[in-house]
């Protein structure tokens, strides 16, 4: 037996009668949000073939909102004729999941919810997160082997470090580092990873093969250390450098 008397369902079931009349209104004057409407109503061009997609941005973003828009209000009469079909074959105001009556407040501020406060799916933050962010972690994903000791061979990071040699879309004013001088310091790990020698000093300096006539190659290497060292000192010069005291 429900909760509610008649007079509540009469109240309830007009509340529901008025809100359905409300979207119904509210989708045909507007049109379904303009969802009806074609791309060359709204931009004026027959096709958008000789067109970049980025000339359509707008119209895109509109038009994924109206449909969203759309979507939103014929979800909510569908809930709101479910509510009149539970009036009608009483099982209106109880939890579809608990069985336990739902309260009278709660039905008067939602007419067409069918469940009590403590099971309603908006009270449950979603821990569901796309798929990609489950092969993405760690990164590289699966083939990312830096993790493991017994392996040190070619992985996912190493392809990626070739392909980014060929240029990415990150600028070095998008560094987080001060020390960023030009796109080669942006790469994946462009301080560890270096090809043919160990330490950076030693990819511009070079002796002959008995150890003498030692020469300096001016690559960035070279300019980057001179940068540093010239630092350095002006910071000693100043008294505000580590070789103060």
Same mark, same amino acid.
Not at 30 to 44: C, E, K, M, V, Y
Not at 49 to 54: I, V
């Given at each position: 037996?429900?909760?509610?008397?008649?007079?509540?369902?009469?109240?309830?079931?007009?509340?529901?009668?008025?809100?359905?009349? =409300?979207?119904?209104?509210?989708?045909?004057?507007?049109?379904?949000?303009?969802?009806?409407?074609?791309?060359?109503?709204?931009?004026?061009?027959?096709?958008?073939? =000789?067109?970049?997609?980025?000339?359509?941005?707008?119209? *895109?973003?509109?038009?994924?909102?109206?449909?969203?828009?759309?979507?939103?209000? @014929?979800?909510?009469?569908?809930?709101?004729?479910?509510?009149?079909?539970?009036?009608?074959?009483?099982?209106?105001?109880?939890?579809?999941?608990?069985?336990? +009556?739902? =309260?009278?407040?709660?039905?008067?501020?939602? +007419?067409?919810?069918?469940?009590? &406060?403590?099971?309603?799916?908006?009270?449950?933050?979603?821990?569901?997160?796309?798929? @990609?962010?489950?092969?993405?972690?760690?990164?590289?994903?699966?083939?990312? *082997?830096?993790?493991?000791?017994?392996?040190?061979?070619?992985?996912?990071? =190493?392809?990626?470090?070739?392909?980014?040699?060929?240029?990415?879309?990150?600028?070095?004013? *998008?560094?987080?580092?001060?020390?960023?001088?030009?796109?080669?310091? *942006?790469?994946?790990?462009?301080?560890?990873?270096?090809?043919?020698?160990?330490?950076?000093?030693?990819?511009?300096?070079?002796?002959?093969?008995?150890?003498?006539?030692?020469?300096?190659?001016?690559?960035?290497?070279?300019?980057?250390?001179?940068?540093?060292? &010239?630092?350095?000192?002006? @910071?000693?010069?100043?008294?505000?450098?580590?070789?103060?005291?």
């Amino acid at each position: 037996m429900t909760h509610l008397s008649q007079h509540d369902l009469h109240e309830l079931k007009t509340k529901l009668l008025e809100q359905k009349k =409300d979207f119904e209104n509210r989708l045909c004057d507007n049109g379904h949000f303009g969802i009806q409407a074609s791309l060359r109503d709204t931009t004026g061009e027959l096709s958008t073939n =000789d067109n970049h997609p980025a000339d359509v941005g707008s119209e *895109m973003f509109e038009r994924s909102k109206d449909l969203a828009l759309n979507e939103q209000e @014929e979800y909510r009469l569908t809930r709101i004729d479910e509510a009149l079909e539970r009036i009608e074959n009483g099982t209106y105001g109880i939890c579809e999941t608990c069985g336990q +009556p739902i =309260d009278k407040e709660r039905l008067y501020a939602l +007419p067409e919810t069918k469940y009590c &406060k403590a099971h309603s799916p908006q009270s449950f933050v979603s821990q569901r997160r796309p798929i @990609e962010e489950v092969f993405l972690d760690p990164p590289f994903g699966r083939t990312s *082997m830096d993790d493991r000791e017994d392996q040190n061979g070619f992985d996912g990071e =190493d392809a990626w470090q070739i392909v980014e040699s060929y240029g990415s879309s990150n600028t070095p004013a *998008m560094g987080e580092s001060s020390e960023i001088d030009d796109y080669n310091d *942006m790469e994946v790990e462009a301080d560890n990873e270096l090809d043919g020698f160990v330490e950076p000093y030693e990819s511009f300096v070079a002796t002959d093969i008995y150890g003498n006539n030692p020469v300096f190659y001016r690559n960035a290497f070279y300019r980057k250390h001179m940068k540093a060292t &010239k630092h350095l000192a002006s @910071e000693d010069s100043l008294g505000t450098g580590s070789n103060k005291y």
